[in-house]
């Protein structure tokens, strides 16, 4: 079936296919000069435009961007540019084929090529059953190849979308994998249209050899990947991959949204799942397995055979599972972890922000703390300007709750400490009882307090108050699984009532993909940012022919 798609492919786009879709071995000579994913001489491939490249002496950088706008090429860019913004196919191909005919010729570069190309791409997906914008897609690149245009990512990331949009798997993949041999890094979005293609189309095995090649290219599936990867295999009725892309997503999501949560219920209900497992396994091995993973997990397989019972629910605090009485467990943390998160984190700010190493020393002359406050994020709850009145109520509330004879360390920039409500009497006389306790630190201008208040949780293992998500760009520098593990055991969240401010602490047990040692399921699911109400959990137990999973296992053991 591949070698069909292939040869369709190569028909459709003879040079290019032949190029993306062979491997270097079995291309011909004249081919194998080029180290690019396609073989042609090659002229500039940035989006810099003709007036651009070619500077007059002594003209201002504004002079020169002002004539690169007003140029042919520029007007162009910026009427593609409205195209993209209003999915106008249509109008972007008639300004194309007036850039291309001999009678009024414009240069296009590869933000033109590029633009046309992601139409073309939009209209294909949304219209798969029509051929017609998939192929004027390959046609335009035969013109960006035949122009000498090299292609960047996002140029082979779209044709493989042309691909995946003509039910073409095999090409889509055969692109990633050439942007890979060729020296272009693919990114998640690259493999996406393979991938999702491979699952649409049923297909198991191509759809696990792109998870294969995104694992060895060091790119990370996340919940659109696993949950099509899920989808598929259990549709497929393939338990054993069903069971290790639960484990992936117990590592990579912990939780998971109503859309995968609904795909799990219904596997759980199937034939398939019912029949998967084991009717005797070595109890010895599954607890060693629990030990070794920390709890909450012990990647036996599946244990048990029957029917299973699956129902969302929610825990008490403990986490007790209101359903089958199931108590979850705390997952550990290493230490040695904690120590190297710490130490990412301070080298990130250090590299931002001289100024990181004066609150370092700082912090070992007042440190430790029980609790670090972000005074910014509570200041401004639900207010237009900062109160320190409800700062105050939060640090001695959150002081209660520790226990702690010493105040938490409140982190607030220097600009609130010296501006503002903060010249008023009632506040002078605050800033100076948490000063004289040495629990103030200023951050100084320029800086950011997140990585501050950040650091100093984190390497005294302190409790957080913050309503921050940490979802921005600042967080997703520390790139480590490690991250929301440290979250949930340590960020106290706020909410404010007639009554106060409500204090939500972490849980005592961990908000994960969790496998019982009986072989039961619990999977959380994401709770919006709704801190107050219940999460809910998929609950999945065996009925096991009148015989509990845990006998059996104690049979066994």
Same mark, same amino acid.
């Given at each position: 079936?591949?070698? &069909?798609?292939?040869?369709?492919?190569?028909?459709?786009?003879?040079t !290019?296919?032949?190029?993306?879709?062979?491997?270097? =071995?079995?291309?011909?000579? /004249?081919?194998?000069?080029?180290?690019?994913?396609?073989?042609?001489?090659?002229?500039h491939?940035t989006?810099?435009?003709?007036?651009?490249?070619?500077?007059?002496?002594?003209?201002?950088?504004?002079?020169?961007?002002?004539?690169?706008?007003?140029?042919?090429?520029?007007?162009?860019? &910026?009427?593609?540019?409205?195209? /993209?913004?209003?999915n106008?196919?249509?109008?972007a191909?008639? *300004?194309?084929?007036?850039?291309?005919?001999?009678? /009024?010729?414009?240069?296009?570069?590869?933000?033109?090529?590029?633009? $046309?190309?992601y139409?073309?791409?939009?209209a294909?997906?949304?219209?798969s059953?029509?051929?017609?914008?998939a192929?004027?897609?390959?046609?335009i690149?035969s013109r960006m190849?035949?122009?000498?245009?090299?292609?960047?990512?996002?140029? *082979?990331?779209?044709?493989?979308?042309?691909?995946?949009?003509?039910?073409?798997?095999?090409?889509?993949?055969?692109?990633?994998r050439?942007?890979?041999?060729?020296?272009? !890094?693919?990114?998640?979005?690259?493999?996406?249209?393979?991938?999702?293609?491979?699952?649409?189309?049923?297909?198991?095995?191509?759809?696990?050899?792109?998870?294969?090649?995104?694992?060895?290219s060091?790119?990370v599936?996340?919940?659109a990947?696993? !949950?099509?990867?899920?989808?598929?295999?259990?549709?497929?009725?393939?338990p054993?991959q069903v069971?290790?892309l639960l484990?992936?997503?117990?590592v990579?999501?912990r939780?998971?949204a109503?859309a995968?949560?609904?795909? $799990?219920?219904?596997?759980?209900?199937? =034939?398939?799942?019912?029949?998967?497992g084991?009717?005797?396994?070595?109890?010895?091995?599954?607890?060693?397995g629990?030990?070794?993973?920390?709890g909450?997990?012990?990647?036996?397989?599946?244990?048990?055979?029957g029917?299973?019972?699956?129902?969302?629910?929610d825990m008490?605090?403990?986490?007790?599972?209101?359903r089958?009485?199931?108590k979850?467990?705390?997952?550990?943390?290493?230490?040695?972890?904690?120590?190297?998160? &710490?130490?990412?984190?301070?080298?990130i700010?250090?590299?931002?922000?001289?100024?990181?190493v004066?609150?370092?020393?700082?912090?070992?002359?007042?440190?430790?703390?029980?609790?670090?406050?972000?005074?910014?994020?509570?200041? *401004?709850?639900?207010?237009?300007?900062?109160?320190f009145y409800?700062?105050?109520?939060?640090v001695?509330?959150?002081?209660?709750?520790?226990?702690?004879k010493?105040l938490p360390?409140?982190?607030?920039?220097?600009?609130?400490?010296?501006?503002?409500?903060?010249?008023?009497?009632?506040?002078?006389?605050?800033?100076?009882s948490?000063?004289?306790?040495?629990a103030?630190?200023?951050?100084?201008?320029g800086?950011?307090?997140?990585?501050?208040?950040l650091?100093?949780?984190?390497?005294?293992?302190?409790?957080?108050?913050?309503?921050?998500e940490?979802?921005?760009?600042?967080?997703?520098?520390?790139?480590?699984?490690?991250?929301?593990?440290w979250?949930?055991?340590?960020?106290? %969240?706020?909410?404010?009532s007639?009554?106060?401010?409500?204090?939500?602490?972490?849980?005592?047990? /961990?908000?994960?993909?969790?496998?019982?040692?009986?072989?039961?399921?619990?999977?959380p699911t994401t709770?919006?940012?709704?801190?107050?109400?219940?999460?809910?959990?998929?609950?999945?137990? %065996?009925?096991?022919?009148?015989?509990s999973?845990?006998?059996?296992?104690?049979?066994?053991?």
């Open positions: 079936m591949r070698v &069909a798609a292939a040869a369709a492919a190569a028909a459709i786009r003879p !290019a296919a032949l190029l993306l879709l062979f491997p270097p =071995h079995r291309r011909t000579a /004249s081919l194998r000069r080029s180290s690019l994913p396609f073989a042609r001489p090659r002229r491939s989006t810099t435009t003709t007036a651009e490249s070619h500077p007059k002496p002594n003209e201002s950088n504004a002079a020169r961007r002002r004539r690169a706008r007003d140029s042919p090429e520029g007007l162009l860019k &910026a009427k593609l540019d409205m195209c /993209s913004r209003d106008d196919l249509p109008t191909l008639a *300004l194309y084929e007036a850039a291309i005919s001999p009678d /009024s010729l414009i240069p296009l570069s590869l933000g033109h090529y590029n633009c $046309l190309l139409l073309c791409a939009n294909a997906a949304a219209d059953s029509s051929p017609d914008a192929q004027r897609g390959f046609d690149f190849e035949a122009d000498g245009v090299q292609p960047n990512e996002a140029t *082979l990331t779209i044709l493989a979308r042309l691909a995946a949009a003509r039910r073409d798997p095999a090409m889509a993949f055969s692109i990633v050439r942007m890979a041999t060729a020296g272009t !890094a693919p990114h998640l979005r690259s493999y996406g249209p393979a991938l999702f293609a491979y699952c649409d189309a049923g297909d198991a095995d191509g759809a696990t050899e792109v998870e294969a090649h995104m694992d060895a060091g790119v599936p996340e919940e990947e696993l !949950a099509a990867l899920l989808r598929v295999n259990s549709a497929r009725g393939r054993d069971y290790r484990h992936r997503a117990r990579l999501l939780q998971v109503d995968t949560a609904q795909l $799990l219920e219904s596997w759980f209900a199937s =034939h398939a799942a019912s029949e998967a084991l009717d005797h396994w070595d109890a010895t091995k599954v607890k060693q629990l030990r070794n993973g920390g909450g997990w012990h990647g036996q397989g599946w244990l048990g055979k029917q299973w019972t699956v129902a969302r629910t008490d605090k403990d986490g007790t599972c209101h089958c009485g199931e979850l467990v705390c997952i550990d943390i290493d230490p040695s972890e904690t120590h190297s998160f &710490a130490e990412s984190v301070a080298q700010a250090i590299n931002r922000d001289a100024n990181f004066k609150f370092q020393k700082w912090l070992e002359c007042h440190g430790p703390f029980d609790a670090v406050i972000d005074a910014a994020n509570v200041g *401004l709850y639900n207010r237009n300007s900062f109160s409800e700062v105050n109520r939060v001695n509330g959150i002081q209660r709750i520790t226990k702690s010493k360390l409140i982190i607030l920039h220097k600009n609130r400490v010296n501006g503002g409500p903060a010249k008023l009497p009632q506040n002078q006389k605050l800033l100076e948490w000063q004289r306790a040495g103030l630190y200023a951050t100084p201008p800086s950011n307090d997140d990585w501050y208040w650091y100093a949780a984190v390497i005294y293992r302190s409790l957080l108050v913050t309503n921050d940490m979802r921005d760009h600042l967080f997703q520098l520390l790139g480590t699984s490690f991250f929301p593990r979250k949930e055991k340590h960020q106290v %969240r706020l909410t404010f007639g009554r106060g401010w409500n204090f939500h602490l972490p849980p005592p047990y /961990s908000i994960v993909i969790q496998e019982s040692e009986d072989g039961s399921w619990h999977v709770n919006g940012d709704d801190i107050e109400k219940p999460r809910q959990w998929i609950c999945a137990t %065996r009925k096991i022919s009148g015989k999973s845990q006998a059996l296992a104690r049979a066994v053991g």
